[in-house]
């Protein structure tokens, strides 16, 4: 059975910090492509990030130079670490893992930015 599980998500001020992560299992993980969407009420999931299995990242330009993506094979875990955190940056932040047609989902986890 594959498992997706996010952790991290928190109440932040503006301009702070947070790191989420995300185990998988029941995948085999060096072979997925790990992303991060989010979801802020009433709008559209959309991608954040996403680092291939070779370790190559890709941004949206809402977070280009704030968030950085990274991964950790051995412990079959991606990492998101966000810095500079806006008001805008508010949402359900979820885990996604895709390889040809497989394309998993974690439950997501709240980061809220305000003062």
């Known amino acids: 059975q594959v498992q997706l599980v996010e952790s991290g998500g928190n109440l932040v001020q503006p301009g702070g910090s947070l790191r989420l992560s995300c185990v998988a299992s029941?995948?085999?993980?060096?072979?997925?492509?790990m992303g991060w969407y989010r979801q802020a009420p009433g709008k559209q999931r959309e991608l954040v990030a996403y680092?291939?299995?070779?370790?190559?990242?890709y941004y949206s330009d809402s977070v280009k130079d704030r968030f950085t993506i990274s991964r950790d094979n051995a412990k079959n875990t991606t990492y998101l670490q966000m810095s500079t955190l806006k008001p805008e940056d508010t949402a359900i932040y979820y885990c996604?893992?895709?390889?040809?047609?497989?394309?998993?989902w974690g439950q997501g986890t709240q980061v809220t930015v305000s003062s």
């Open positions: 996604n893992a895709r390889f040809i047609r497989d394309n998993f």
């Open positions: 029941g995948i085999k993980f060096d072979t997925y492509i």
């Open positions: 680092i291939t299995a070779r370790s190559n990242p």
